[in-house]
């Protein structure tokens, strides 16, 4: 006799992004340096603000928070999104343990078991593991390094909707590609959902990391469209927190929020002290933000001219986010990336990226494409995208 | 044209314990003092060891830390179930937040949707919460306030079973009835779980508080069992921080623990600060639980006794966690507690407890029950029995 785990259980994606940790951790035990840009994990400061409510917190127990979130957070939210002309009264807001949580509960509350959810590709690739998790199946779409990942028109977007199709994900500024979503993109997003009755789920947890002068396009900035979306935020990467887990849902429909409501209650609450010190950040956002968003766009800069000097690479000059996602001149991007790891390095110094193709669902593509995250200073940056320079010419020459 | 919500959202429970908060607002609005026995959140300082490792916490950035958890606390863990005689090696351990992520996770990768779990009832109201999320069903079955709420036995459980049964939830010493499971109900547990081919699911928060020299049993004493029970547990009874967010999983089947850590890559990580805290006070908890938990036995004996001078009043006297789930001489406890809100009281003051039927899944059932939580201070805890002792006299002769 034996017990065995659930289908669901069986089905969970291993992390794409953790993948080949186990490597990288070999090459350090071998006396390797390993430039770390395959995570997300930004090396900016967080903000002082953040640290000074964290240690001047002075009540002797710490106790349970409200289910919807603090009133200091909640009612700092409600500033910065009118600072963005998005209004959300209280009730239209719900602290989250960081962006994953409300995605988790997003894909829930739009789709029951078996329901569908359609989801431009490459995209955040742990989306995987939450539609997993609720029990709902992802229709990728795929977009084109060629055309800079661009979102597919209306007619290809309607092609893929079936009585199941519950809703449409976008995600801009887009990790892994960096791709900023134009207005003319989103309108097809807009016509989609409200001529398929859908919801639109908007990750846009890169929305302050715009570059170039362009802007930042939301699905609620679309009037009509207003009672659909569910927008997902967290404050992770914009206040470089990622270790805080804190985030919010965000929605003007009753439904929506009703039900985030109960599975907040649910669950009970997410971390006390990082609400308040969240709460103290977006207060400190229009002094901090400024040099933070500069510096990515000096980076963005050094790894998009870097890759332009090297041979066979393709990859377009994105505006946002912190992400490339770059097409290598190999056959299989993560027998490359393994072999970086195991067997180069110049001077001791190798590099690791992340496979491009855990950011897609449909089988077979994205196995040329490497996700880089420029989450090191500018030297670092320079010197690791010459260390890929150099191994892509060695080991061209080795096949 | 409109969009409409799963009907896994629709049918999201409203918290049992918390939606009765409106009326205990309106009371405090008119002025009225209420004390809170409605609610687990405990009243007892969280250690000094906890604050101090958040205080001298050091680093700029706020980073991601590992999945499953940081190394300093899943040792902490480690050193901690030795104690208990509970032997798990650190890949047997997931940090999660809180116990509540724990049960979500359990219940993902032990049933897919449209199975079952049993759960003996009354039982921790957001498991319900949980298994909607989940979309699993869930198995009641009553126990008895007039036996203590003894677990039923074997050939009770056994006839619960169907092709679609899982698991089930264990939970002691429980919430909301006190009771801590003997070795002979667990031993009932153990043979419907070998014979049935079910996962048991621990949840084992109150683990240490336990009085009158009873001993905790774990489904993990039971060395059959061993590779099909999956442990949860908190820090935010023990330590008295609920707001802290941090928890675990813990099992020795490799399946179990090979599906929770792929969720636990999906969502990332759990409070980086909080963790390192937690640890602190694992390290601390041989000098800092024993005043605790004498201290909630002298509430027990409070509140117990206490009752017993009500006439008309069902409680046993149970051994461990905070809690009583007790028995009212009323036809309905909900519009008992209602119009203690709303229509009574002493010099001011009144008294809120949480309505028991809120912890049946069993419809019809608990209806005269109240959950009475033991987290305020002896002389108020007597106040408290003493203004529901009133409060029962007058309202048994309005009707």
Tied chains: 1, 2.
């Excluded at 997410?270 to 609400?275: H, K, Y």
């Amino acid at each position: 006799m034996s017990v065995s785990i659930s289908r669901r259980g069986q089905l969970l994606p291993a992390s794409a992004i953790r993948k080949l940790i186990p490597y990288a951790d070999l090459a350090k035990s071998n006396g390797k340096k390993v430039l770390h840009l395959n995570i997300g994990q930004p090396d900016i400061p967080t903000p002082p603000a953040f640290w000074d409510a964290v240690r001047s917190y002075s009540e002797s127990v710490l106790a349970y928070s409200p289910s919807t979130g603090m009133s200091v957070f909640i009612d700092a939210l409600q500033e910065y999104y009118a600072a963005w002309n998005l209004e959300f009264a209280p009730a239209d807001l719900i602290a989250t343990f960081g962006g994953s949580e409300a995605l988790i509960m997003a894909m829930m509350i739009v789709g029951d078991p078996g329901d569908q959810i359609i989801i431009p590709e490459p995209f955040y690739t742990n989306y995987l593991c939450f539609a997993r998790m609720a029990a709902v199946d992802v229709t990728p779409v795929v977009t084109d390094v060629r055309d800079g990942y661009r979102l597919p028109p209306y007619e290809e977007l309607r092609k893929l909707v079936t009585p199941k199709t519950r809703a449409i994900i976008v995600n801009t500024p887009n990790n892994p590609t960096g791709h900023v979503v134009s207005r003319e993109e989103m309108a097809a997003v807009a016509k989609l959902a409200l001529e398929h009755d859908l919801f639109v789920i908007s990750d846009e947890v890169y929305r302050e990391f715009i570059f170039d002068g362009e802007q930042h396009v939301s699905p609620m900035d679309f009037p009509e469209l207003r009672d659909r979306v569910i927008l997902v935020d967290s404050i992770s990467k914009v206040f470089s927190s990622c270790g805080a887990r804190v985030g919010c849902i965000a929605s003007k429909n009753k439904q929506v929020m009703n039900s985030a409501l109960r599975i907040a209650q649910g669950r009970l609450c997410v971390p006390t002290l990082e609400q308040i010190a969240a709460a103290a950040a977006y207060r400190a956002r229009t002094e901090y933000l400024p040099p933070v968003v500069k510096e990515y766009q000096v980076r963005r800069d050094i790894v998009w001219e870097g890759l332009q000097g090297i041979s066979g690479v393709r990859c377009p000059r994105a505006s946002g986010a912190f992400y490339s996602q770059t097409e290598l001149p190999v056959d299989n991007a993560e027998k490359f990336i393994i072999w970086m790891l195991t067997s180069f390095d110049v001077d001791g110094v190798t590099v690791m990226l992340a496979p491009g193709d855990g950011f897609y669902a449909t089988p077979g593509t994205g196995g040329r494409e490497a996700r880089i995250a420029y989450v090191l200073e500018g030297p670092k940056l320079r010197q690791a995208i010459n260390i890929l320079k150099n191994g892509l010419e060695v080991y061209r020459e080795l096949l």
